[in-house]
């Protein structure tokens, strides 16, 4: 089936298959190595674990007191974009197999979640080999990041993709000069196994 990146909260897509273990994704296979490989007629309950099949991304920015002088301002006004990325993809029914299908789209807005200093959007997973941000303070400072496969979590382990069901919360801090203290943090979404429900064959 197909996916579409958009707004946390009002985009999400959930596949699911009963597991022999805890859920891990492999990038080539999706979900296979944890998949029940057969089941045929049976009045035992069968345990679906659904899982989200989007990524969750969200930038919180941060600025440097005021009475620095290398402050920005972090208002409304503020924007922030995520460049080069694949905007649909699809998911394979069998093993829960994530594939970007569109070209790259350029400067799509990520939608203001909380604050005018947090920002979220719900993602395709993918490769984050040219996937970047660009942010645009209130005050007209323009960052790029380019590549954010370079940005590290807090385990100091490079994020080189984005993986479904993971929600990634990037920190940036801004200053006039720069931008300073980078990290990321990785969560996983929860898993939902659903209760004992009768199927007719």
Not at 78 to 105: D, H, R, W
Not at 178 to 190: L, Q, S
């Amino acid at each position: 089936f197909s996916i579409t990146s958009g707004k946390v909260g009002e985009t999400d897509y959930l596949w699911g298959a009963p597991m022999t273990k805890e859920p891990t994704y492999d990038t080539s296979t999706g979900y296979t190595a944890c998949i029940n490989p057969a089941i045929g007629a049976t009045k035992d309950v069968i345990a679906i674990t659904e899982l989200h099949m989007l990524s969750k991304i969200q930038v919180e920015l941060s600025t440097t007191a005021s009475t620095s002088g290398d402050n920005v301002t972090l208002d409304g006004n503020t924007k922030v974009y995520i460049t080069n990325f694949a905007n649909e993809g699809t998911v394979l029914m069998g093993t829960g197999l994530v594939t970007p299908t569109t070209s790259l789209t350029d400067l799509l807005q990520i939608e203001c979640k909380t604050t005018g200093t947090v920002f979220a959007y719900a993602v395709v997973p993918q490769a984050l080999d040219n996937v970047g941000l660009k942010i645009v303070t209130g005050d007209g400072n323009e960052y790029y990041i380019n590549g954010l496969s370079s940005i590290k979590d807090s385990k100091n382990n490079t994020i080189s993709r984005w993986i479904p069901g993971h929600s990634y919360t990037y920190k940036f801090t801004l200053k006039k000069s720069g931008i300073a203290d980078v990290t990321c943090t990785i969560v996983d979404y929860v898993d939902v196994t659903t209760g004992n429900t009768d199927v007719t064959l």
